[in-house]
């Protein structure tokens, strides 16, 4: 099993080397489209761009984010939130990883029927009430 790369780690991936190509591309169909002008060029272009937003949408759609479980540290598949009353932190069971930090709404998002509780509490926290930490309070 390949072995997830850190949080934060700085190194560009594989899709970065596609950048470079892709802006040289975009630069030389926008001499193509404004010096030669052919509609029909103009016209795929557009089309091209149109198509990439609908089948990006699409495939956001129909094949939603998941929560990576996979922990960074140890590459085992145990990473749960940090608080299970919280969208913010996670941890590894495996090996006692934990990034106080780091986003867990994806868990939250699968794991809780409602967000809002989980919103509320964190807005309230964050105004200082001291209340919401305590045992028993209402949501
Ligand atoms: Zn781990």
Redesign the pocket.
């Known amino acids: 099993m390949k072995r997830a790369r850190p949080p934060g780690d700085p190194r560009p991936g594989a899709a970065a080397w596609f950048i470079a190509p892709l802006a040289l591309g975009a630069v030389a169909l926008a001499f193509a489209v404004t010096r030669a002008a052919p509609a029909w060029l103009a016209g795929a272009a557009l089309a091209a761009i149109l198509s990439a937003v609908v089948g990006w949408m699409l495939a956001s759609v129909l094949w939603p984010g998941r929560a990576d479980r996979v ?6 598949e ?2 749960v939130r940090l608080d299970a009353r919280e969208a913010v932190g996670r941890r ?6 934990s990034d106080a930090a780091e986003s867990a709404w994806l868990m939250a998002e699968e794991e809780e029927e409602a967000l809002e509780p989980l919103v509320l509490r964190g807005r309230r926290r964050r105004r200082g009430d001291a209340a919401v930490d305590r045992p028993g309070a209402s949501d």
């Open positions: 922990c960074p540290v140890c590459g085992k145990g990473v590894c069971s495996a090996c006692g990883w």
